[in-house]
């Protein structure tokens, strides 16, 4: 018997273990909340599998260090990183992320627990989709809008509507796995 999946999720193995161990799957991990966040503003106008394929190497020049680390990065230090061709090569994208440690940085300063805040834009509940195909999902709600729109007024970069819904996505805050995928049952 074959294992019913996401009409989206094809045949490589990254993709499928990533749709099997972390997609949709709900994170109170505010590393990987940030790492999310990030990864979902690099992949703007690109495939997620593209993304996937370079994440280790996010990890190496970005994720694997404290965002305080990465807020302090340096715009010659991120256009050292354009060099490498594991990364995304935009300038943009690149500064969103020290960027966006900037604005979680400054957020928590101001006594936000950032992962209570972000839960808060679901009241705290995984939103769960009928999605009989995911073609059918939205591209953004209005949940994604409002929390697009936070979290630019906070100086967050990369991050509107459709973006956002993808992370929501990503870190399990909506629940999008087609009605028939075996990860909808295991949530």
């Known amino acids: 018997m074959t294992t019913q999946r996401c009409s989206w ?7 499928i273990a990533y749709h099997d ?16 966040l990030c990864l979902e503003g690099q992949q703007a106008g690109l495939s997620w599998i593209t993304v996937l394929k370079k994440r280790e190497n996010y990890r190496r020049h970005f994720f694997q260090h404290s965002i305080a680390d990465i807020a302090q990065l340096s715009d010659a ?21 020290r960027d966006n440690a900037i ?3 400054q957020m928590k300063h101001q006594g ?8 808060d834009f679901t009241g705290q509940q995984v939103q769960l989709n009928d999605v009989p195909d995911y073609r059918q999902a939205p591209a953004h709600t209005e949940v994604s809008l409002k929390l697009s729109r936070a979290l630019k007024k906070n100086g967050f970069r990369f991050v ?28």
């Open 9 to 15: 999720c094809s045949d490589d193995p990254l993709y």
């Open 21 to 36: 161990h972390e997609w949709g799957k709900p994170s109170h991990d505010e590393a990987h909340l940030f790492e999310m």
């Open 77 to 97: 230090a991120l256009t050292d990183k354009l060099q490498d061709r594991g990364l995304i090569r935009h300038i943009g994208k690149l500064k969103a992320i």
């Open 103 to 105: 604005a979680w940085q």
């Open 112 to 119: 936000t627990d950032m992962v209570q805040w972000l839960w």
């Open 160 to 187: 509107g509507p459709t973006t956002v819904y993808a992370f929501m996505q990503a870190v399990g805050m909506v629940n999008d796995h087609e009605n028939h995928c075996i990860s909808r049952s295991l949530l």
